[in-house]
T-cell receptor
Framework: DTEVTQTPKHLVMGMTNKKSLKCEQH?????MYWYKQKAKKPPELMFV???????INESVPSRFSPECPNSSLLNLHLHALQPEDSALYLC?????????????FGEGSWLTVV | AQKITQTQPGMFVQEKEAVTLDCTYD???????LFWYKQPSSGEMIFLIY??????QNATEGRYSLNFQKARKSANLVISASQLGDSAMYFC?????????????FGQGTELSVKP
């Protein structure tokens, strides 16, 4: 089973709202990722968690706040977003953060900021 | 710095024919992984095939095969017997070494359209 589950599939939020995106995997993977993808563009890495610790933050604005409560769960907390933050947010996981391991993605969460 | 280049923004192929999607890469790491993903309009990023830098043989997965030419730094995806359901965006990606945090670096993608 190579499943990464993301909820919600679609989210519409106002610029003053606080919301969260959730990601779950039960493959025993110890590396988890958040990517942001705009239309017709490749995904852009936002955050990497390795063994439940934040290992990479690609200079993401503080209105995006990641959280890894345990090895199976990854959250992305959203606060005071801008319309330009509207995008597809992809969660992914891999056995661990080395080059030989495949990264598996979820179906994504489509975010619209109004 | 690592880089992935896909030079074909869009491709057309007739149903049942084979198609090759081009990918070249650049890295100074001796150890790296190369991946191809398919992304339909629904948004899901579907893993297709993987090639390790030390693998001696080209990877194959069903109708997908990866033409790995290490000296030329190319990792082209070959899809045999195209199907209408193969219409999607295809991304080539490279995973950097451990000291890079295992980041996945994507090319710009190739949009494949399969004609009936």
């Amino acid at each position: 089973d190579t499943e990464v589950t993301q909820t919600p599939k679609h989210l519409v939020m106002g610029m003053t709202n606080k919301k969260s995106l959730k990601c779950e995997q039960h493959m025993g993977h110890r590396a988890m990722y958040w990517y942001k993808q705009k239309a017709k563009k490749p995904p852009e890495l936002m955050f990497v968690y390795s063994y439940e610790k934040l290992s990479i933050n690609e200079s993401v604005p503080s209105r995006f706040s990641p959280e890894c409560p345990n090895s199976s769960l990854l959250n992305l907390h959203l606060h005071a977003l801008q319309p330009e933050d509207s995008a597809l947010y992809l969660c992914a996981s891999s056995q661990d953060p080395v080059s030989g391991n495949t990264i598996y993605f979820g179906e994504g969460s489509w975010l619209t900021v109004v | 710095a690592q880089k992935i280049t896909q030079t074909q923004p869009g491709m057309f192929v007739q149903e049942k024919e084979a198609v090759t999607l081009d990918c070249t890469y650049d890295t100074s790491d001796p150890s790296y992984g190369l991946f191809w993903y398919k992304q339909p309009s629904s948004g899901e990023m579907i893993f297709l095939i993987y090639q390790g830098s030390y693998d001696q043989q080209n990877a194959t997965e069903g109708r997908y095969s990866l033409n790995f030419q290490k000296a030329r730094k190319s990792a082209n995806l070959v899809i045999s017997a195209s199907q209408l359901g193969d219409s999607a965006m295809y991304f080539c990606a490279m995973r950097a070494g451990y000291n890079q945090g295992g980041k996945l670096i994507f090319g710009q993608g190739t949009e494949l359209s399969v004609k009936p």
